[in-house]
């Protein structure tokens, strides 16, 4: 089936630095991916959705400009937390769809846990 | 706006004991429904979606779940739960754009 891998697993930083999560399909195209948080206890609520080549589409309340996305490949899509604080520190998860099946489930990496210091 | 409702937040079973985790949603179209599963400090796997036809869709790990139009509810199921069942459960619907909104979960702990 289809695999999403999300590195690293868990990350602890101090406050004002920035720090990278990556998420790749490792035997699918994906076209579309999604990424998604989740505070203890509680449900995911998605961030951002990134297009391959194209800008990312941020959802009301996320800040753009702390919540980098790229998704410069059909394998690859990263999300950049900068200027980290600890209200920052939320597991994050990102999925993963392919074009090629309409309506296709969405498929998750395994998270990322975040600690800012 | 789309919206899901797990009215459970949590659940304790018996072990070989029948599972019922309840979803309603809220769409004003045919929705496409999933059940994920997500144990401590995991990703979400799929468990089963519902797109269209047979209203009893059948997933892996024994899970079943019916979808009811007229109760927009999509109910998950399980005849019989094995300790190894134990996690949170979200219920989502697919909207525009493929998005998915979530349920706020039902965690399952199952007593031996």
């Known amino acids: 089936g289809a695999v999403v891998s999300q590195h690293p697993s868990w990350v602890i930083c101090k406050s004002g630095t920035s720090v990278k999560i990556e998420c790749r399909s490792l035997?699918?195209?994906?076209?579309?991916m999604f990424w998604y948080r989740q505070f203890p206890k509680q449900s995911l609520m998605l961030m951002a959705t990134?297009?391959?080549?194209?800008?990312?589409?941020?959802e009301q309340g996320v800040e753009k400009d702390k919540f980098l996305i790229n998704h410069a490949s059909l394998t690859l899509s990263t999300l950049t937390v900068t200027s980290a604080h600890p209200e920052d520190s939320s597991f994050y998860i990102c999925?993963?769809?392919?074009?090629?099946?309409?309506?296709?489930?969405?498929?998750f990496g395994n998270g990322t846990r975040l600690t800012v210091t | 706006a789309q919206s899901v409702t797990q009215p459970d937040i949590h659940i304790t079973v018996s072990e070989g004991a029948s599972l019922e985790l309840r979803c309603n949603y809220s769409?004003?179209?045919?929705?496409?429904l999933f059940w994920y599963v997500q144990s401590p400090g995991q990703g979400l796997q799929l468990l089963l979606k519902?797109?269209?036809?047979?209203?009893l869709v059948q997933g892996i790990k024994g899970f079943e779940a019916e979808f009811k139009r007229s109760q927009s509810s999509f109910n998950l199921r399980k005849p019989s739960v094995h300790w190894s069942d134990a996690a949170e459960y979200f219920c989502?619907?697919?909207?525009?754009?493929?998005?998915?909104?979530f349920g706020a979960g039902t965690i399952l702990r199952v007593k031996s």
């Open positions: 999925s993963a769809r392919t074009r090629k099946v309409n309506h296709s489930p969405l498929h």
């Open positions: 035997d699918f195209q994906a076209t579309t």
């Open positions: 990134s297009n391959e080549g194209s800008k990312a589409t941020y």
């Open positions: 769409y004003g179209a045919t929705p496409y």
């Open positions: 519902y797109f269209s036809g047979d209203t």
């Open positions: 989502a619907v697919m909207e525009y754009g493929n998005k998915l909104v």
